[in-house]
């Protein structure tokens, strides 16, 4: 993060992927959030935006997950302008999105703790992989399990 240089920015784009630190408003009663999460956001909401993190799944749902959302980038270049087109209606609407349930996350944008770090989309896979999520409150093992939950239904 420090390093970042022209990948930090103070607003995500909707469809790019991001790292950046946060801190939950309502962590008392939550019983668990990352603190440094790897999010699509996919829609702007008062005081924040929604995001899918990608932290809530075990890596091999991440991979599924990841091959459904490139059908639905903007280009298959993987560089600067390529973006996903995401939005609830079509994630919740088609079952190859099914991963994506446990992923939705409201982040509020006064409990974001850094810059965002842009991910080139050319890095995409390499950044899913990499062992960053920083859950608080519980194991990763224990929030996978609870992912796999709400992914069966």
């Keep these: 993060m420090k390093q970042g240089g022209d990948r930090l920015t103070a607003r995500p784009l909707v469809g790019s992927m991001y ?3 946060y801190d939950a408003k309502h962590k008392a009663t939550l019983p668990y959030f990352d603190r440094f999460p790897l999010i699509f956001p996919y829609k ?11 932290h809530y799944l075990p ?24 973006r996903l087109k995401i ?9 190859q999105f099914r991963y994506f349930k446990p992923c939705v996350k409201h982040y509020l944008t006064s409990q974001v703790r850094s810059r965002f770090l842009y991910v080139y989309p050319s890095e995409w896979d ?26 069966r239904g």
């Excluded at 939005?87 to 079952?95: E, F, Q």
């Excluded at 992989?129 to 709400?150: C, H, N, W």
């Design 44 to 54: 702007k909401v008062k005081g924040g935006f929604m995001g899918i993190n990608m």
């Design 126 to 151: 390499i950044a899913l992989f990499m062992p960053l999520e920083r859950f608080e409150g519980a194991t990763k093992t224990q929030v996978y399990a609870d992912s796999r939950k709400i992914i």
């Design 19 to 21: 790292m950046f630190y």
């Design 59 to 82: 890596l091999q749902y991440r991979a599924k997950l990841m091959d459904s959302l490139y059908d639905v980038a903007s280009n298959t270049k993987y560089d600067e302008s390529t």
């Design 87 to 95: 939005n609830y209606k079509i994630l919740s609407g088609a079952s």
